[in-house]
């Protein structure tokens, strides 16, 4: 089936520090969504790209859908430890069932 | 406002089992989704509900199965268990099927097969 490759694996980082992560795909997506997902909880969205090319801020996090709309990487700023936790994309064809295929997740880990 | 409940919370089943899960989806949404997420994975799609009917599905075998009620709450239901179907079972309600709207997640429901 369809799936994104989402690298790193994991990260480890000192507090302060910026991260990057992405994600591609060898399928084009209609909606390109990150999420969070702490230990005995669901995701919780946390950004959303509906547009090729677009760039999306939410507080310290920015996003990117690529403009061949088969990747996207999300950038934190300034990590503080509540960013822990495991950040998974999300793909979304937007046809038929509102179907998420979500790729394999990065694990955050910060040393304060 | 209430947000999307699971229940049980864990679970512990031997193999060739039958096992029901049970979600309450948010106050207002009318779309239901399950997803299993084995351990180190991103969730997997297994299908949809939309106004009481499937609204698609993933590629998983038909001992996988669902109903959604009348007040939105739903049901996910996995005949003959095998140990691979150890997984945390996630269910999301949206206020619809459109792509626009947000999918919000429950806890999950841990599935142990033994």
């Known amino acids: 089936g369809q799936q994104l490759n989402q690298s790193p694996q994991s990260m480890f980082i000192q507090e302060g520090e910026d991260v990057s992560m992405n994600c591609t795909s060898s399928?084009?997506?209609?909606?390109w969504l990150w999420y969070k997902q702490d230990p005995g909880e669901g995701p919780v969205l946390l950004i959303a790209?509906?547009?090729?090319?677009e760039l999306t801020s939410n507080g310290r996090l920015t996003a990117q859908f690529g403009i061949t709309r088969k990747d996207s990487f999300l950038n934190i700023s300034a990590s503080i430890p509540s960013d822990v936790g495991i950040y998974f994309c999300?793909?979304?064809?937007?046809?038929?069932?509102?179907?998420?295929?979500f790729g394999q997740g990065t694990r955050l880990t910060i040393n304060p | 406002e209430t947000g999307v409940t699971q229940s049980p919370t864990h679970l512990i089943k031997t193999r060739g089992q039958q096992v029901t899960l049970r979600c309450s989806s948010q106050?207002?949404?009318?779309?239901v989704s399950w997803y299993q997420q084995a351990l180190g994975q991103g969730p997997q799609f297994i299908f949809q509900?939309?106004?009481?009917?499937?609204?698609g599905r993933g590629n998983f075998p038909p001992r996988f199965s669902g109903l959604q009620f009348p007040n939105y709450s739903s049901e996910l239901n996995v005949n003959a268990l095998e140990l691979d179907d150890s997984a945390l079972y996630l269910c999301?309600?949206?206020?619809?099927?459109?792509?626009?709207?947000?999918?919000?997640f429950g806890p999950g429901t841990r599935l142990t097969v033994l």
């Open positions: 999300a793909g979304q064809i937007n046809k038929g069932a509102q179907k998420l295929v």
């Open positions: 399928s084009i997506f209609n909606t």
């Open positions: 999301a309600s949206s206020l619809g099927p459109s792509g626009k709207n947000e999918q919000f």
């Open positions: 509900y939309y106004r009481e009917e499937e609204n």
């Open positions: 790209l509906y547009k090729a090319g």
């Open positions: 106050s207002g949404h009318n779309t």
